[in-house]
């Protein structure tokens, strides 16, 4: 796998959008056809190369080509958007919808994320090692499919809205979660290992969330259904669980009606 | 001697009247009196009559004190702003009428600027919601002549609507509620003791920020599921009577305030508000209404609508039109501080925002289009005073049922003054003049 180094050398004045830093926009150019990319400063075009140095040559491939972002990224926006495959490490916080649809490969950042991470992505494995904002891998607004799959791991915390409208993939969180967990979700896992507050799994159709910790009111639509033992995430433990949302829409397998699985550990 | 003009449309709140009685000089110069309207509502016409007002713009000088410029010159220094931005933001729009949004977003277009109406801290939540689930509602004509069950949820129509219970909802006698509001049942969702809900035949006091569960225990009971002894509040028995209530009424209408938009859950509270009323389009005849504020929100949203395919917090920057609250609203942006410079109309962020985006549009430079001194002017480097709309100049405005309906000028504004559009048309002409289109 080849390597392409940007670091950050110039603040913008407002914020940056830089959907064009994905191993998908690099591959098979050379430095200065990089450095010739846009990125955006509110209603201005910029170059890549007038915020970010260029050092390394990216693979004939997306697969083939890792990048690695340094500096404060604190003010940059999209990063590793709609990537399909190769890597990219952001070696520092960066700002909202970092890994936003995106399809493949692995998106890690070192730090927090900010709001609309990993939102309706489809494959691939984001992590980040801080806390995460709100939104992370749901729908964008008005659609009505969040994540559909891949891995997305928060050392940390995550804000609110968690997996809304989520459909498939898997997403970990370390510490605890805001309001909001799964709301409408219609497939996929939602793990917590810290606290939820309230409203988990409102409007859930199917699908699970895992929850370690403790939730500090429960939506009235889940009934308590029995006790069972779980290996997740590594962890084996008894969780009680809990079928809902019973005043939701519910479809029918084999007969049977599908309810949204939520578990707690005892 | 004077002159009395009826059918007069009030330009205060979204309940938009249509019936005031206004009484003008014979030469049309000054109003007298208003009636049929509510307090606040007579108190907006005659507040244009304030010996005080401004009549010219007026410009910061170095050391805090206004100086008075023309209309040109702060066409030119709003113009100037307007171009040198990176990323404008232009919000308001809702005290206006349509013919003046529509002429803004030519400029908001021209410029590459955010677009943000007042509904950012009011029902933005709201159109967040209908464009997650849809929305079943009606025009109030319906409500007034077909609904038996009125259900106010976090709102207090008798103070922030006065005349929505009168005209609309509770009171009028219809073509098929000929009681009046014997024939209705009034049912109030608030956790306060309000004017509104000391008149409801149910009162049902929610925990604050606990509407999200009782919405959804009205789902449950209308499925017959069981839920536990208490919810938000209210014990089980009680959610059942009312959802009974509910599903036997022979058309219900849910109209909701910010009680349910801007606390815990925000966009969620409605959204299941709406899925609730769907649910009850399974039994009966359900509708949903957002109790919108400003008197043209509604236009605002639906001009953008029609332009940009968004209601509110409206991104040009990229030259085509994007849309994501949380980012693109007003206040993430001044506080993140992601815009460079503000453009206020028909609208006072300065009483409404909260301090840290007030004290970045201090920091920014700032323009303020409003009629009036406002807490927004103490912020702004311009602020060009203008014709009351519905008062001075007529226009379109739409309902909070999304009913255009025309204003109308009733009385000449003071010599030498202009109308929003008018401003509006002369930044444009201006910024097309620097940008060479």
């Given amino acids: ?141 008005g659609d009505w499919r969040g994540m559909q799959g891949g891995v997305l791991r928060v050392n940390g915390n995550a804000g609110s809205d968690v997996g809304s409208f989520m459909r498939g993939g898997e997403i970990i969180i370390g510490g605890d979660a805001d309001v909001h967990v799964g709301t409408h979700q219609e497939g996929g896992k939602i793990v917590v290992k810290g606290n939820a507050k309230s409203k988990v799994g409102g409007q859930m159709v199917k699908g699970e969330i895992i929850v370690f910790g403790t939730i500090d009111v429960m939506m009235p639509g889940f009934a308590h259904r029995d006790n069972v033992d779980l290996e997740v995430d590594g962890t084996k433990a008894t969780f009680k669980r809990y079928e809902g949302d019973l005043g939701e829409r519910h479809p029918k397998s084999k007969g049977a009606v599908v309810y949204g699985q939520l578990y707690i550990k005892q | 001697m004077s002159k009395i003009i009826t059918d007069v449309v009030c330009p205060f709140c979204g309940t938009l009247c249509d019936d005031l009685e206004v009484t003008v000089s014979d030469d049309g110069k000054k109003l007298i009196d208003v009636s049929n309207a509510c307090a606040i509502g007579a108190m907006k016409f005659l507040h244009s009559q304030a010996d005080d007002r401004l009549t010219k713009p007026r410009m910061r000088n170095e050391d805090g004190s206004w100086r008075d410029v023309s209309y040109e010159e702060a066409a030119d220094f709003s113009a100037k702003m307007l171009a040198n931005s990176k990323k404008p933001l232009m919000y308001g729009w809702s005290s206006t009428n349509c013919e003046a949004q529509s002429v803004g977003s030519t400029i908001g277009e021209l410029i590459g600027a955010q677009m943000d109406n007042t509904a950012t801290v ?36 008798a103070h922030a609507h006065p005349r929505h219970m009168s005209r609309y909802s509770m009171y009028p006698r219809g073509f098929f509620t000929a009681k009046g509001h014997r024939g209705r049942t009034l049912v109030v969702v608030d956790p306060r003791d309000t004017d509104s809900a000391s008149i409801a035949d149910i009162h049902l006091k929610v925990e604050q920020g606990r509407d999200y569960e009782l ?44 009680g349910v938009t801007q606390t815990l859950s925000k966009n969620h509270n409605i959204d299941i508000a709406i899925q609730v009323t769907r649910d009850l389009n399974e039994y009966t005849k359900f509708s949903i209404m957002p109790m919108r504020g400003h008197y043209n929100v509604t236009g605002s949203g639906e001009v953008w ?22 980012e693109s609203s007003s206040n993430d942006l001044l506080v993140r501080g992601e815009v460079d410079s503000v453009f206020v109309i028909g609208s006072d962020p300065g009483a409404h925002f909260p301090f840290g985006s007030v004290k970045k549009m201090n920091e920014i430079p700032c323009v303020c289009v409003d009629p009036h001194i406002t807490p927004t002017t103490v912020v702004a480097d311009l602020h ?23 204003t109308h000028k009733v009385v000449d504004a003071p010599e030498g003054m202009i109308t929003d559009e008018e401003f509006l048309n002369m930044v444009l002409e201006r910024l097309q003049k620097i940008k060479g289109v």
């Fill in chain 2, 122 to 157: 009011c029902h933005g939540t709201t159109l967040i919601a209908v464009q997650d689930v849809g929305v079943p509602s009606c025009t109030l004509g319906e409500v007034k002549n077909r609904a038996d069950m009125i259900i106010y949820w976090g709102g207090n129509p």
């Fill in chain 1, 1 to 141: 796998m080849k390597k392409v180094e940007l670091t950050i050398k110039q603040q913008p004045e407002l914020y940056l959008e830089t959907e064009n830093i994905t191993p998908d926009a690099f591959a098979g150019k050379s430095a200065d056809e990089i450095a010739a990319l846009n990125v955006y400063e509110g209603n201005v075009t910029h170059k890549l190369g007038d915020f970010f140095s260029i050092a390394g040559t990216p693979g004939a491939t997306a697969a083939d080509t890792q990048i690695v972002v340094n500096g404060n990224l604190e003010r940059v926006k999209w990063i590793g958007s709609r990537m399909t495959a190769g890597e990219v490490v952001v070696e520092s916080s960066m700002d909202m919808y970092a890994g936003a649809f995106m399809a493949g490969g692995k998106l890690l950042i070192k730090g927090n994320a900010g709001h609309f991470t990993g939102l309706g992505m489809t494959g691939g494995e984001l992590r980040i090692t801080g806390n995460a904002g709100n939104y992370l891998g749901a729908a964008y607004r």
């Fill in chain 2, 215 to 258: 919405l959804s225990a009205l789902r449950v009971a209308f499925r017959g599921e069981v839920l536990p002894d208490v919810v938000a509040g209210i014990p089980k028995e009680k959610i059942y009577e009312v959802a009974e209530k509910m599903k036997k009424a022979r058309f219900g209408v849910i109209f909701f305030g910010m």
């Fill in chain 2, 305 to 326: 609508g029609w332009q940009f395919g968004f209601p509110f917090c409206v991104d040009l920057s990229r030259g085509f039109a994007r849309y994501n609250p949380g």
């Fill in chain 2, 384 to 406: 060009v005073p203008v014709a009351f709309v519905g008062v001075e100049v007529g226009g379109c405005a739409y309902r909070m049922d999304s009913v255009p309906i025309e």
